[in-house]
């Protein structure tokens, strides 16, 4: 269960922050994301709120992120595989354990049904024709 004991909303800032600064100058998902995101600030302080959500208990997240994914056209299971990897080197330097595990949980699992979902949304799209 999410809890505000697990880790302070300024450790939550860290973690986006420097997550998503690796992410921005990573030679592969960094292109990815710069094509698809122009305002940073909102998009981090969407992140900021997901994350605080997901770990704390907060209720400030209001998003949608499985039809965000199922848009973006050409993701695949390494972009998905190096997402992880980076964000578990980012949780692996915060100096609080119990936080990185369970965000590692979490974005893990989360990675996953993106994943899944992705590749079923393009299915039906295939389908339909459009392929
Ligand atoms: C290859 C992997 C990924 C790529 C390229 C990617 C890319 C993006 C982009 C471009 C957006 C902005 C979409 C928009 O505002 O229209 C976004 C939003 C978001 N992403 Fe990812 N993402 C990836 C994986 C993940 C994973 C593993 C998580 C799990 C924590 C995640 C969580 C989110 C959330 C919560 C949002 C906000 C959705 C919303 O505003 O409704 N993403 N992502």
């Known amino acids: 269960m ?9 450790e939550v800032t860290r973690l986006v922050h420097s997550f998503y600064g690796g992410v921005r100058r990573d030679t592969v998902l960094g292109p990815v994301f710069e094509a698809h995101i122009s305002q940073w600030d909102r998009h981090l302080a ?21 039809p965000k994914h199922a848009a973006l056209p050409g993701l695949n299971v390494q972009l998905f595989q190096r997402w992880l990897a980076l964000f578990r080197q980012t949780t692996a330097t915060l100096g609080n354990d119990a936080m990185a595990e369970r965000a590692n949980e979490l974005a893990g699992r989360i990675a996953e ?14 389908q339909e024709g459009h392929a």
């Open 2 to 10: 999410p809890t505000p004991d697990l880790c302070t909303e300024e």
């Open 113 to 126: 049904s993106l994943w899944y979902g992705y590749q079923a949304s393009r299915a039906d799209f295939a």
């Open 46 to 66: 969407t992140m900021v709120d997901f994350w605080s959500g997901a770990l704390r208990g907060t209720a400030r997240f209001r998003g949608a992120p499985m």
